[in-house]
């Protein structure tokens, strides 16, 4: 069962465009849902993260947006340059343990 | 300065036999995980320990052992591989078991043969 629906599964994008990468989850305890993003042969890296009670967060380039009532968030990296090419993977915590459920992760690839 | 470190990065054996990935934090954190990476790049938690004690344990086959013998450390050992445990497997920490960020570490990338 996964919990987390990430899409779309590649994406490739022309420099100083905008990447928008979708997720949904169904389970209603979840309390936080950070991105991670992850460069071939690194482990996974906080990049920006937002609770449910805010709909926007915005760092630099990065923005999520998070729609409670239809159970969805979204990543939007601006101006977006191949140093951003990655997998970017949401993710989903429920407490007690600070379990996160991930989703199924998007490559991205910026091209010039 | 190595935050969250693991031993070996690559590790390649023949099915049936006996492995072990060790795992090492320098941040001072309460709260350390496993996690496996599929082909597919699917990232699932496998167990998490609090100062010591586990904390969670997902459906993850009795083959898989982790132990941690101070905060500091978690190690995973695994009896009897089988080809599907052929994965990139993380280890990651956090300050305590209710933090929000968890860092990870290189990974340990099993190659059962």
């Known amino acids: 069962q996964q919990q987390v629906k990430q899409s779309p599964q590649s994406l490739i994008v022309q420099k100083g465009g905008i990447s928008i990468i979708n997720c949904a989850y169904e389970n209603t305890a979840f309390d936080y849902f950070p991105w991670y993003q992850q460069f071939p042969g690194k482990g996974p890296a906080l990049l920006i993260a937002?609770?449910?009670?805010?709909s926007e967060k915005k760092e630099g380039r990065f923005t999520i947006s998070f729609n409670k009532s239809a159970k969805q968030f979204s990543l939007h990296i601006m101006d977006s340059q191949p140093g951003d090419s990655a997998t970017y993977f949401c993710?989903?915590?429920?407490?007690?343990?600070?379990?996160?459920?991930f989703g199924t992760g998007t490559q991205l690839k910026v091209e010039l | 300065d190595t935050a969250v470190s693991q031993t070996p990065k690559y590790l390649v054996t023949q099915m049936g036999n006996d492995k072990s990935i060790k795992c090492e934090q320098n941040?001072?954190?309460?709260?350390m995980y496993w996690y496996k990476q599929d082909s597919k790049k699917f990232l699932k938690i496998m167990f998490s320990y609090n100062n010591k004690e586990l904390i969670i344990n997902e459906t993850v086959p009795n083959r898989f052992s982790p132990k941690s013998p101070d905060k500091a450390h978690l190690n995973l050992h695994i009896n009897s591989l089988e080809l599907g445990d052929s994965a990139v497997y993380f280890c990651a920490s956090s300050p305590s078991r209710s933090s929000n960020e968890q860092f990870f570490g290189p990974g340990t990338r099993l190659t059962v043969l």
């Open positions: 937002i609770r449910p009670d805010v």
């Open positions: 993710a989903a915590r429920t407490g007690g343990g600070n379990k996160l459920t």
């Open positions: 941040l001072g954190h309460d709260t």
